[in-house]
């Protein structure tokens, strides 16, 4: 059975930091480039970052670069977003998705930050 299991939401106080993890089983996830997305309240999804299949590549969305960070551990079949200096605007539900042919999405995480 395919997963993509998100963790480590919360809620935080503006400049705090969160670790979110993607655990990911049912497919070959070493094949797959794997990015953040999110969503916030009324507002539509948008990429975050993404991380390459071997992690050597990685892309930011303007709005997260020079805080947030991402990587990958191939090994634990898990990517994660290291994020830092939060802003109530990235109040939002984080999803993790493999991109490939089928993509695959997960449940997603919610990330509250507060003034």
């Known amino acids: 059975q395919v997963q993509l299991v998100e963790s480590g939401g919360g809620l935080v106080h503006s400049g705090g930091s969160l670790r979110l993890s993607c655990a990911a089983s049912g497919f070959t996830f070493n094949n797959y480039a794997v990015g953040w997305h999110r969503q916030g309240p009324g507002k539509e999804r948008e990429l975050v970052a993404t991380?390459?299949?071997?992690?050597?590549?990685?892309y930011y969305a303007d709005f997260v670069k020079g805080r947030f960070t991402i990587t990958r551990d191939n090994a634990k079949n898990t990517v994660y977003l290291q994020m830092s200096s939060l802003k109530p605007e990235d109040t939002a539900v984080y999803y993790c998705?493999?991109?490939?042919?089928?993509?695959?999405w997960g449940q997603g995480t919610q990330v509250t930050v507060s003034l």
């Open positions: 991380i390459s299949a071997a992690g050597t590549y990685n």
């Open positions: 998705n493999a991109k490939g042919e089928p993509d695959y």
